[in-house]
């Protein structure tokens, strides 16, 4: 598998991003394991980036919005199968997508609308789930109630803004 990994090196006291060459990671439970087409890049990569201060820290392969197509699954596995198409937004405790291939838990795994392409289906988890928690869960709106209504979001520049 080839993944590109931010590390910090310990001569330099630096970070910075280097190639790897690595095993593909094995299933095992819950886990599907998803061939990256398309990825994209959020600033919760670049926080997590920033929390890689020292040697010791390791290294960290980032990026979590992805979109991909699964290769094998876990023997727990209920919701995929082998060829799904696939997107999602990772957890940010586990490897990232800036690589091959990425182990993700097939229950925060959607399948990817036929209506969309890699780099799209890639663009939209993390900003449309943030999106979808500001205007149902944090707002309240309804669509049965609230159909016909609209809404003014003030300073809803970026990827969120453009989904709401």
């Known amino acids: 598998m080839e993944a590109i ?9 630096a970070g910075r991003f ?13 886990d599907l394991l998803v061939k990256i087409q398309a990825i994209s890049v959020n600033p919760v990569d670049y926080k997590v980036r920033q929390r890689i201060s020292t040697p010791e820290d390791g290294s960290k392969v980032l990026g979590w919005d992805a979109a991909g ?8 596995v209920s919701l995929f199968k082998p060829g799904d198409r696939v997107f999602y937004a990772g957890d940010i405790t586990r490897n990232g997508s800036y690589a091959s291939h990425q182990l993700v838990d097939e229950y925060i795994v959607g399948l990817m609308p036929e209506s969309l ?5 890639a663009a939209l988890p993390l900003t449309s789930i943030t999106a ?3 205007l149902f869960d944090r707002i309240k709106i309804n669509p ?3 159909a016909g209504k609209q809404i ?13």
């Open 5 to 13: 990994v931010y590390k910090v090196d310990t001569d330099e006291m």
């Open 18 to 30: 280097t190639r790897m060459e690595s095993q593909v990671p094995k299933v095992e439970g819950h």
């Open 69 to 76: 197509i699964v290769e094998s699954v876990g023997d727990r």
């Open 117 to 121: 392409d890699f780099a799209a289906a």
């Open 132 to 134: 979808w928690e500001a």
């Open 144 to 146: 049965d109630v609230d």
């Open 152 to 164: 003014l979001i003030i300073g809803g520049a970026g990827g969120v803004g453009s989904i709401s």
